[in-house]
C-alpha cells in the first residue's frame, strides 16, 4: 500500500503565507494498492489529485477508481466538481460512503453539488461513470486481496473510518472523531442527576471507546483527526465531534499503533504552530512508547 496526502484541513480550506508547509486543502487522500487506486474523502485536495491523475494515469488508460467517503460534511465533499477525471470520457468511479438515513441518498447529496443552483455544470452531464454503493458497518471483500473493514465514529452525522488489510499490512482513517463521552450529569448535586442514567452513561461510553480501540488495534498507519490540544478541546469544543491531541495519541499507544498522523488541522493553525505542537508532543512521549507520531502534510507520503 502506498497511501499520499493530499489535503490535510479540517472545516474549511485555509491557504495563504502561514499554511504553505503543512498545507491549506481540505481532506483527500490517494491509496495505492500496487497499479490499483482508491481515494479517501472529496475535500478541496481531490482537485490538485484529479490534475495529477490526467497527467500520470491517463496516459496508461481510462482513470478507474473508488472514491470513500468518510461523511458528507462540506469540508469532505466540496472539491467533487472540481475532480477532473468525471469530466473525461471512459472514467469509471465507485462511490462509496455511510448511509445518512435521510430522504436524500449519497448520489443526491453528493451529485446536487452539481445543479445550476451551485455550478455551472449538471451532474447529469459528466462524462464519467458512476455508480454510488451505499455502506453500514461491515467487512468487504474489495477484491485483488483488499479486506475493507467500516467502524462508525463518533460526530455529528453517520461518519465511517476506514480500515483496509492487504498482504498483511493494516492501514485505518478517523477523520472526524470525537471520543464518546458520558452524556448525563454525574454530580449528585445537579437537579438533572439520576444516577441510573449516569451509570448507563459511563458504560455505554466505555464501551464504545472499547470499540473504537479494536478497531484501531494493530494498525500499521492510522490517520486520525486532531483538530485540538487538550486544553482547547475542554475549553469550548466539546460536542464538535473532533479529537484532541492527547486523546488520540493515548488512543493509538493503548491500540498498538505503530505509526500516527495527526490530521484535520484547525483552519486557525499555522505552520509555526505545528511545528511547535509535533515537537511538543513527541517529546512527551519520548521513551514511553514504541508508537511514532507524525503531523500531516500536504504531499506526505507512507508505503507499507
Request: glycine share 10%; with cysteine; proline share 6%.
Amino acid at each position: 500500500m502506498k497511501i499520499k496526502l493530499w489535503g490535510v484541513r479540517g472545516s474549511i480550506p485555509c491557504p495563504g503565507p502561514d499554511t504553505v508547509e503543512f498545507g491549506g486543502n481540505t481532506a483527500s487522500l490517494e491509496l495505492r494498492f500496487g497499479e490499483r487506486l482508491a481515494i479517501i474523502d472529496a475535500g478541496s485536495g481531490i482537485r490538485p489529485l484529479g490534475e495529477f491523475l490526467i497527467r500520470h494515469d491517463l496516459p496508461k488508460g481510462p482513470i478507474k477508481t473508488d472514491l470513500f467517503i468518510s461523511h458528507t460534511h462540506w469540508d469532505h465533499i466540496m472539491g467533487f466538481p472540481f475532480f477532473t477525471p468525471i469530466f473525461v470520457p471512459g472514467t469509471k468511479l465507485t462511490i462509496y460512503g455511510p448511509v445518512t438515513y435521510e430522504e436524500e441518498g449519497l448520489d443526491r447529496i453528493i451529485g446536487d453539488q452539481l445543479t445550476y443552483r451551485y455550478f455551472p455544470v449538471k451532474h447529469s452531464e459528466l462524462a464519467a461513470e458512476i455508480k454510488y454503493v451505499p455502506l453500514k458497518e461491515s467487512t468487504l471483500d474489495l477484491g485483488d486481496g483488499i479486506t475493507l473493514t467500516t467502524k462508525y465514529l463518533n460526530h455529528p452525522i453517520l461518519c465511517l473510518g476506514y480500515k483496509f488489510e492487504h498482504r498483511g499490512a493494516v492501514f485505518c482513517t478517523a477523520y472526524d472523531h470525537e471520543p464518546f463521552r458520558n452524556v448525563f450529569p454525574t454530580d449528585p448535586s445537579d437537579p438533572n442527576y439520576d444516577e441510573s442514567a449516569a451509570t448507563e452513561g459511563e458504560r455505554a461510553a466505555r464501551e464504545e471507546n472499547e470499540k473504537i480501540l479494536e478497531f484501531y488495534r494493530g494498525c500499521d498507519l492510522l490517520i486520525h483527526d486532531s483538530q485540538y490540544t487538550r486544553k482547547e478541546y475542554l475549553g469550548s469544543k466539546i460536542g464538535w465531534g473532533h479529537s484532541s491531541y492527547e486523546d488520540v495519541i493515548n488512543f493509538a499507544h493503548k491500540a498498538g499503533v505503530k505509526k500516527l498522523v495527526l490530521f484535520h488541522h484547525d483552519p486557525l493553525r499555522t505552520d509555526a504552530q505545528l511545528h511547535t505542537l509535533e515537537k511538543e508532543y513527541r517529546e512527551r512521549i519520548a521513551g514511553k512508547t514504541k508508537l511514532e507520531i507524525v503531523i500531516a502534510r500536504e504531499g506526505g507520503e507512507f508505503e507499507l
